[in-house]
């Protein structure tokens, strides 16, 4: 099994901030890789696909980047409805997903 | 707009299988550009990928629940389901359907999503 390990776990931000989420595969997976908010009480949302591509309706504050075993979801400008769960996902090998990173209000 | 719900019983004693159903509504399940899966998600923990069907009754589970899952695929209803059996509390979860897009060069990912049931697991 390919294993998705996201850094950090959880993190403190201020609206306006720069946020950098990191996955990293155990082994390589190509761009078989996606990103997903989630909301308390809410059914996650997809942001991210094929690492790179911007889901349709999601704001261009998100993006991804990376390849083989190293991927990064970056928020350019944190904003007040941003502050949610976000996890990773890779296809390459039927699907796993990380552990999520909690990104809460500082 | 696509949109997915799922149904049954919020609660299953130990031992006995948890059985869902996904019905799709505004999109056609047999549509050869989609596979349609399961996650769970334990209170308070992560997502956990489950299975996935396509419309012809191909299906892909996860090697941890294999022997326990089964998934299949109504088309005349539009609808898929999930059975897992000899459940236990730690099969309690809010149980999620999708739908999966798929391109070969890029792989597959849930969108969207159902908006969950709890299934507690209790005697």
């Known amino acids: 099994d390919i294993q998705m390990t996201q850094s950090p776990s959880s993190l403190s931000a201020s609206v306006g901030d720069r946020v950098t989420i990191t996955c990293r595969a155990s082994q390589s997976i190509g761009s078989f890789l996606n990103w997903y908010q989630q909301k308390p009480g809410k059914a996650p949302k997809l942001l991210i696909y094929?690492?790179?591509s911007l889901q349709s309706g999601v704001p261009s504050g998100f993006s991804g980047s990376g390849s083989g075993t190293d991927f990064t979801l970056t928020i350019s400008s944190l904003q007040p409805e941003d502050f949610a769960t976000y996890y990773c996902q890779q296809s390459y090998s039927t699907t796993t997903f990380g552990q999520g990173t909690k990104v809460e209000i500082k | 707009q696509l949109q997915l719900q799922e149904s049954g019983p919020g609660l299953v004693k130990p031992s006995e299988t948890l059985s869902l159903t996904c019905t799709v509504s505004?999109?056609?399940?047999?549509?050869?550009?989609?596979?349609w899966g399961w996650i769970r998600q334990p209170p308070g923990k992560g997502l956990e990928w489950i299975g996935t069907i396509y419309y012809s009754g191909s299906t892909y589970y996860n090697p941890s629940l294999k022997s326990r899952v089964t998934i299949s695929v109504d088309t005349s209803k539009n609808q898929f389901s999930l059975k897992l059996s000899s459940v236990t509390a730690a099969d309690t979860a809010v149980y999620y359907c999708a739908r999966l897009p798929f391109i070969a060069a890029a792989g597959l990912w849930f969108d969207p999503w159902g908006q969950g049931t709890l299934v507690t697991v209790s005697s």
């Open positions: 094929a690492a790179s």
């Open positions: 505004g999109g056609s399940i047999s549509s050869s550009s989609f596979y």
